[in-house]
């Protein structure tokens, strides 16, 4: 039995799996970079452990570190988290090679699905459909102008390692293609060295729909429904939703069963992701798969009821899955926004800096993953996310406007945030209505990148005002009268009427 786990992460993530040990008496272990001295897990965690300079190449990625690091503490198992190391075949081998339980798929399932063609080849074989294209890797340019006529276009040029749009480019017209083919090699080549390539249809306005698996040892495989993840900016994912928008209860099953077949295809075991495109015809084909912990996961465990990192210790230590399909409902409707230390109206640049206030929203239905705390210092040394608002509701309405109150009552000050911009998606008809695909933000610009101060935003001006007031007349505050900050002006704003009295 796992009596230690060390988590090769840091942030909410790392938070996150702490949290999961302690229900289940597991003590944790945290590592932590120069740059998080003073970060939260190094707080939360049983021991925390110094490996590194800021950059994560030295510290959150030096496998030998964290090895010497889970020696040394003796701790029994790592947990990778997402990002860093969780996706590295190298890392889960060489966790084996030292008896160290690795949290997650063994190597041969990491490599398959870490690689396209051989993800493509392996669920061609298991009956998983993809997106028709070539078989294999295009050697020559003979052989792609055969493969663009059998085909046909508008198609995509993909690179075999890529991932999150690196190396891919879409070929509208037969004179864009040799060149396209040509550049998305070289891409390949540079950011990953391998520059295999193949092409597939392209598939025009598609939804991004990825299925929650979970693997035993023992070959069990289920799944836990599906994620809706077309809301996306550069894939970078903003709001996901379970369930579907889209979805029908007959194409759900049959995906799901799909889903489960890709994960027993590579002997898979843990918590993995299996991706696909879905057009408007409910036509789906496989995509990738993620052979890791998902940020995402959170809303696939409010609406299914599953703490999936607990069930990914329980898988690590050998017990058989805690559940059956036949036990796996949806319940209700969860949705997730990320919120980001950057600014919405400056081009999402990235805004580190000290948080001065913080307000975390609260209440009914709603879920805050966060590792930030007032006076913390966000590194820039690392991904911007801030932390992840999650919350659930018996409908999608109830759901939709729980989220919008959620954001209403978070209040972060010191650094820009994407709150405003997230805001500004749940006013938008097409969300609200649920019909969007992966075109949505673009389609939706117009609205979306408007600056405009919300009433939510007038309000922290409200704030800010009155607390200088405050402070200013602390010292007589037996002497206060009753007072309106800012005038008249809040009838303007229609929601609410600010009153602040002291
Ligand atoms: C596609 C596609 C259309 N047709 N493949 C983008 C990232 C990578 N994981 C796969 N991607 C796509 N592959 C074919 N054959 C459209 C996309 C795509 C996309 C997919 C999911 C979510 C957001 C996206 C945004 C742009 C393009």
């Known amino acids: 039995m796992i009596k230690k786990i060390l988590i090769a992460n840091r942030g909410e993530i790392a938070l996150r799996i702490m949290r999961s040990c302690r229900e289940m008496g597991i003590k944790s272990v945290a590592v932590f970079s120069e740059a998080d001295r003073t970060a939260m897990h190094v707080r939360y965690a049983d021991e925390a452990y110094f490996i590194g300079p800021a950059a994560s190449s030295e510290s959150y990625l030096n496998i030998g570190k964290i090895i010497d690091t889970a ?10 988290g997402y990002g860093f190391l969780s996706e590295n075949a ?10 160290i339980i690795f949290i997650g798929p063994r190597p041969f399932a990491i490599e398959t699905m870490g690689d396209k063609l051989t ?15 070539t078989k294999g890797e295009i050697r020559d340019e003979k052989e792609a102008m055969r493969m663009m006529e059998e085909i046909g276009l508008p198609l995509m040029v993909k690179a075999s390692a890529g991932g999150g749009g690196k190396g891919m480019r879409l070929v509208k017209e037969e004179k864009e293609f040799i060149p396209a083919l040509n550049m998305a090699k070289s891409e390949a080549r540079n950011a990953f060295g391998n520059d295999a390539v193949y092409i597939e249809k392209y ?16 070959g069990n495989v289920i799944h836990l429904f599906e994620r809706e993840c077309s809301v996306q900016r550069r894939h970078q994912k903003v709001v996901e939703e379970t369930p579907s928008p889209i979805m029908t209860p007959e194409v759900r099953k049959e995906m799901g069963e ?3 077949a890709a994960a027993k295809a590579v002997d898979y075991q843990g918590a993995g992701t299996v991706e696909f495109i879905v057009d408007d015809k409910l036509n789906y084909y496989f995509l990738e798969m993620n052979t890791r912990l998902q940020v995402e996961h959170p809303i696939t465990e409010r609406v299914v009821g599953v703490d999936l990192v607990k069930e990914m210790v329980r898988i690590a230590q050998g017990e058989k899955l805690s559940y059956k399909q036949e036990d796996l409902f949806q319940h209700g409707h969860a949705i997730e926004v990320r919120i980001y230390a950057e600014d919405p109206d400056e081009n999402f640049m990235p805004s580190p800096g000290v948080i001065r206030h913080l307000t975390e929203p609260l209440g009914l239905g709603v879920r805050h993953d966060g590792y930030v705390y007032e006076g913390y210092e966000i590194p820039m040394d690392y991904d911007p996310m801030i932390s992840k608002l999650i919350v659930w509701g018996n409908t999608r309405e ?19 945030t ?8 749940l006013d938008v008809p097409d969300f609200v209505e649920g019909k969007y695909n992966t075109h949505f933000i673009e389609k939706n610009a117009d609205i979306l990148m408007t600056p405009k101060k919300s009433v939510g935003e007038f309000e ?9 007031d405050f402070l200013s007349k602390v010292e007589s505050l037996k002497d206060c009268k009753p007072k309106h900050v800012l005038g008249n002006n809040w009838k303007d704003f229609g929601r609410k009427k600010a009153v602040l009295r002291f």
């Open 203 to 218: 598939i025009e306005s598609p939804h991004h729909i990825e299925f929650q698996i979970l693997a035993d040892q023992h």
């Open 460 to 468: 922290d001006i409200a704030v800010i005002a009155a607390s200088f």
């Open 398 to 416: 109830e759901a939709i406007s729980r989220l919008k109150r959620a954001l209403y009552n978070y209040k972060i000050t010191g650094v820009k």
């Open 71 to 80: 020696i040394k503490c003796k701790a029994d198992a790592i947990h990778p």
């Open 418 to 425: 994407s709150i405003k911009f997230l805001e500004r998606i």
């Open 90 to 99: 190298k890392f889960s081998a060489r966790c084996e090679k030292e008896g």
């Open 258 to 260: 799909k889903a489960v």
């Open 119 to 133: 993800a493509r080849k392996s669920m061609i074989e298991a009956g998983v459909p993809v997106v028709p294209g």
